[in-house]
Structures are given as structure tokens and as C-alpha cells.
T-cell receptor
Framework: ETGVTQTPRHLVMGMTNKKSLKCEQHLGHNAMYWYKQSAKKPLELMFVYNFKEQTENNSVPSRFSPECPNSSHLFLHLHTLQPEDSALYLC????????????????FGEGSRLTVL | AQRVTQPEKLLSVFKGAPVELKCNYSYSGSPELFWYVQYSRQRLQLLLRHISRESIKGFTADLNKGETSFHLKKPFAQEEDSAMYYCALLLPSGGYQKVTFGTGTKLQVIP
């Protein structure tokens, strides 16, 4: 597969469950991102990893735990979530600014639709 | 605070009519602005960026620093233009693309 791939596409979980979202990119990028997309709200940047190092954590609750084992893979571990965490979680990747051919271009996955019961 | 505002949640136009999707920004520096588009059942993707001054699929967007606007325009709407459109602002960061998005405008082109 090419591009950015997210699994699972849909996830339903209870508040006491532990689950993980996975993102994989085959574009040779060095930065990966998690965004949250809720109804009627802007896309919210959650976490950024640049060369496997976390460079941004936008005051995200600790029930969301990111992991970036290498530049191609990004995980979002979920535990004891709340119903208000139900949303579409988008993964994206990009080149760093120094090496980017197009500044500002993020490449998105199709998203993981999360429902917390 | 750096912010992007899209005042319209939904814009409905007839096929062949002109389209203008509004975007205003709040940023103290020299902005780099973009439009992203999401067609039905497709992923979010870059449509155009102001710095390249290009026209993609007939769409153009001019940066107006005086009005702090970056409206997206097309002279004649097509049915295939129906989609969600997001205005976005690139913020300074430590070597990665820190992009902040507006809330989006759904464009509906009526046949």
C-alpha cells in the first residue's frame, strides 16, 4: 500500500477498555501527526512526532497515549476513554520543513472512527 | 492567538454559478495559507497554497493581508466540486508542518 494507512477504520469501545489505533506511512516522511475531528469543531492537533521524537502535545488528556517506534509507524493507545472522546481520529505525515518540496502539505489517512459507549 | 475562521458551515450554489468560500485568519507574522479539500468518502488532501499562486481545478485564492483573508473562488461551479473545504494556516514550529485548520465549509453544488 502507498500513502497513509490507518487501522481500524471503525472502533467501538467501552469506557473501561484498552485499544489502540495504528497509522503507517509509506511516503518516506519524517513527521507524523494525530488530529481529532469532532462534529462542529476544527481539526484539533493532538500530537506530533518528528524523527520519532514527540515535539508537540496539545494538552491532550493522559488517557490518550501516543507511540512512535519508527518514522513509518504511529500508534494512539486508548484507555478509560469518555463518551466525549468519540470522534474521527486522523493520522497525517509530512516532510520536515527543511526538506519539504511543498511547505504545509500534510498527507492524511482515511481516519479511524471511534465510538465510546 | 493564531486562528483561522470560516464563517459559513454550508454554501449551496447552482451549477455554473460563481463560488466564494470565505476564510479569515488571525496571525501576527507573515502567513502561509492553504486550502484543503475532502470529497465524499475520500481523505483530506491539499487543494492549493497561496505561496505558489496556482489555480487547481479552476479554484484560486488570493491572500489579502489588509483584510486578513484568503477566500477561495471559482467562476463556474461544477457538481464534482461538492465537498468539505478547509482553510489552513502554517505556524512556525521546530522543523515540522504545524498546520491549524478552520472549521470547514461544506460546498453543495446543485445540478
Amino acid at each position: 500500500e502507498t500513502g497513509v494507512t490507518q487501522t481500524p477504520r471503525h472502533l467501538v469501545m467501552g469506557m473501561t477498555n484498552k485499544k489502540s489505533l495504528k497509522c503507517e506511512q509509506h511516503l518516506g516522511h519524517n513527521a507524523m501527526y494525530w488530529y481529532k475531528q469532532s462534529a462542529k469543531k476544527p481539526l484539533e492537533l493532538m500530537f506530533v512526532y518528528n524523527f520519532k521524537e514527540q515535539t508537540e502535545n496539545n494538552s491532550v488528556p493522559s488517557r490518550f497515549s501516543p507511540e512512535c517506534p519508527n518514522s513509518s509507524h504511529l500508534f494512539l493507545h486508548l484507555h478509560t476513554l469518555q463518551p466525549e472522546d468519540s470522534a474521527l481520529y486522523l493520522c497525517a505525515s509530512s516532510q520536515g520543513l527543511a526538506g519539504a518540496q511543498v511547505a504545509g502539505e500534510l498527507f492524511f489517512g482515511e481516519g479511524s472512527r471511534l465510538t465510546v459507549l | 492567538a493564531q486562528r483561522v475562521t470560516q464563517p459559513e458551515k454550508l454554501l449551496s450554489v447552482f451549477k455554473g454559478a460563481p463560488v466564494e468560500l470565505k476564510c479569515n485568519y488571525s496571525y501576527s507574522g507573515s502567513p502561509e495559507l492553504f486550502w484543503y479539500v475532502q470529497y465524499s468518502r475520500q481523505r483530506l488532501q491539499l487543494l492549493l497554497r497561496h505561496i505558489s499562486r496556482e489555480s487547481i481545478k479552476g479554484f484560486t485564492a488570493d491572500l489579502n493581508k489588509g483584510e486578513t483573508s484568503f477566500h477561495l473562488k471559482k467562476p463556474f461551479a461544477q457538481e464534482e466540486d461538492s465537498a468539505m473545504y478547509y482553510c489552513a494556516l502554517l505556524l512556525p514550529s521546530g522543523g515540522y508542518q504545524k498546520v491549524t485548520f478552520g472549521t470547514g465549509t461544506k460546498l453543495q453544488v446543485i445540478p
